[in-house]
């Protein structure tokens, strides 16, 4: 669990999703957070007074713009973002497992939720991150987005569009240094997480490497953690290993 201090603000992206949830939840466990923004398309209520639901459409500008303001309006600083979002399968949308399966409307839209939107959303919050102490804003990426480390092949929209996503985060991050040098800018992998997302794909998963989302933000907290503003702009997963390019 990340030790930030006592009067800190979080954002958590896709707080209705599997890994949104479950880090909000652990957020929430912690007495250093005075406000935890959760947005999501679907707005919640909590008995607990810190969480505080807002409804975004992280694909809409205006709706990350309003969301924003509803947020800056409560609070001076924010201490940690976490984009948990992301697209791999829909009613009309699979892995292309072959290039004759590639088709434009699909890319559009995988490229929309998985690359567009965390850099929207990143361009929106940066301004209200913390400057005094270190913040963290981070996405959630995945390691098949690593060209690196793509032996396999297949998935190219899924694949493609974390690999753009690692790009423009690398990319904001050299940026932030200047302007904000205690913002440490990253991306997470969080493993294979029992969520709707994985649900189609876990039949090959090792015994003991899917994790109930609980784990996986706990992971995810974990690293976090013990990040410093020297780490901003690298890529880790979920056991703080970094993960090539």
């Not at 949104?20 to 707005?43: E, H, M, N």
């Not at 005094?132 to 690593?146: E, K």
């Not at 996503?165 to 997470?188: C, D, G, H, Q, S």
Request: hydrophobic share 40%.
């Amino acid at each position: 669990m990340p030790e930030f201090s006592a009067g800190s603000n979080a954002i958590i992206v896709g707080s209705q999703g599997g890994i949104g949830s479950a880090l909000v939840s652990q957020l929430g466990q912690s007495k250093s957070f005075d406000k935890i923004f959760c947005l999501s398309r679907q707005p919640s209520s909590s008995n607990d007074k810190r969480l505080i639901s807002i409804d975004c459409d992280i694909t809409d500008t205006e709706s990350v713009e309003l969301s924003k303001e509803k947020i800056s309006a409560q609070v001076a600083k924010i201490d940690l973002v976490i984009i948990a979002t992301g697209i791999l399968h829909g009613d009309r949308i699979k892995p292309e497992k072959r290039m004759e399966d590639i088709e434009i409307p699909n890319m559009q839209q995988v490229f929309a939720i998985n690359t567009f939107a965390p850099i929207l959303l990143a361009k929106t919050f940066s301004p209200l991150m913390n400057t005094q102490t270190p913040a963290v804003l981070a996405a959630v990426s995945a390691r098949v987005g690593s060209i690196g480390d793509n032996r396999l092949g297949g998935w190219y929209s899924y694949r493609a569009s974390k690999a753009a996503l690692n790009m423009y985060f690398r990319t904001l991050a050299i940026e932030m240094k200047r302007r904000n040098p205690k913002l440490v800018v990253t991306l997470l992998h969080p493993g294979t997480t029992d969520t709707r997302l994985s649900a189609p794909f876990q039949k090959n998963v090792p015994e003991g490497k899917l994790f109930p989302p609980e784990k996986t933000a706990n992971y995810l907290l974990g690293v976090v953690d013990g990040l410093t503003p020297e780490d901003s702009g690298n890529f880790y997963a979920w056991d703080g290993k970094q993960i090539e390019w």
